[in-house]
């Protein structure tokens, strides 16, 4: 694993649309590569992401594995709660339980919209920390209600909840009661300045001793300009149009190999403490090699 604190953490994700059943074998490969990090996501209608959490973390030794992320508006927080203490237990200082907002569309899909995005976000991190932390936990809040529920078995160590969110409110919120933020993929230096700065103001109201910066971003190493645009051409045009931003505007990792760990530096540098690499294209495994030597060699 890649541990020079000069540089960040380097972390891949699962892609949503690969069978679960390549899940565990992607989890070794990078693991065996040097990967700190594997992250997996929870997208209506593709995957649980506690359950894959939980076969990557079987399917290897020291992976550290992320939930990139969990909607709050799909999940009581008691019930959060349990699922996280009993894979943290087991994997300890291994989890990391990624929450937001979820994609509002989907959330009314499925009759789960709340009326606060924002306080359930809140009210389910300090619920969820709570009753991690082996607490009696009360809140009757404008979103959330719990009523002196206590864990039987919580985890030793409490693993980090961070979230991944998107607007300044939400920023804000993070640094306040967060232990880290997800930056979504197309964002570059200078969109990570900027929300580093909303978090630093939540920070200061808040209380939580450290805050980590995770970058994501799109992967496809290679040489071949036309190949690259026919294998992430749709991808990154769907996240642009989510972004508001023209396409060619987003920051990716789609180059040379000679291009990533530049890139990687930048974001470093801008102020994220991991970067997860979302490779995209027919070999994710290649893609991962291919990174992590240019990173190595670098």
């Known amino acids: 694993m890649i541990t020079d604190t000069s540089r960040p953490r380097i972390g891949f994700m699962f892609d949503r649309d690969r069978r679960p059943e390549e899940l565990a074998g992607f989890a070794a490969t990078v693991e065996e590569l040097g990967a700190g990090d594997l992250w997996v996501v929870e997208d209506l209608g593709w995957t649980g992401a506690i359950s894959a959490a939980t076969v990557a973390l079987a399917a290897t030794r020291t992976l550290r594995v992320g939930i990139g992320i969990a909607p709050v508006a799909l999940r009581n927080p008691a ?20 929450l937001g907002h979820g994609v509002t569309d989907w959330m009314r899909q499925v009759g789960a919209a709340p009326k606060s995005p924002l306080s359930r976000l809140e009210e389910s991190i300090v619920v969820t920390r709570g009753l991690l932390a082996g607490e009696t936990v009360t809140m009757h809040g404008r979103e959330v209600t719990v009523d002196g529920v206590t864990l039987v078995h919580p985890p030793a160590v409490v693993p980090p909840i961070v979230t991944g969110v998107v607007r300044p409110k939400s920023l804000e919120l993070s640094g306040r009661v967060a232990d880290g933020t997800i930056v979504a993929e197309g964002n570059g230096p200078a969109e990570l300045t900027d929300a580093l700065g909303h978090i630093a103001r939540g920070r200061a ?53 000679d291009s990533v760990p530049a890139k990687v530096a930048a974001l470093h540098t801008a102020g994220a403490t991991t970067v997860v690499l979302r490779p995209l294209g027919s070999d994710p495994d290649a893609q991962a090699r291919a990174a992590l030597e240019a990173l190595r060699t670098a």
């Open 79 to 98: 019930l959060l709660a349990m699922e996280l203490a009993t894979v943290a237990r087991i994997y300890p200082e291994r989890l990391v339980a990624g």
């Open 205 to 257: 109201a808040g209380t939580r001793p450290a805050h980590e910066l995770i970058a994501f971003a799109y992967l496809h190493v290679g040489d071949d300009p036309a190949r690259a645009a026919a294998e992430t051409g749709e991808m990154v045009a769907g996240q642009a149009a989510w972004l508001g931003k023209p396409a060619e505007e987003l920051f990716t990792l789609i180059g040379s190999a």
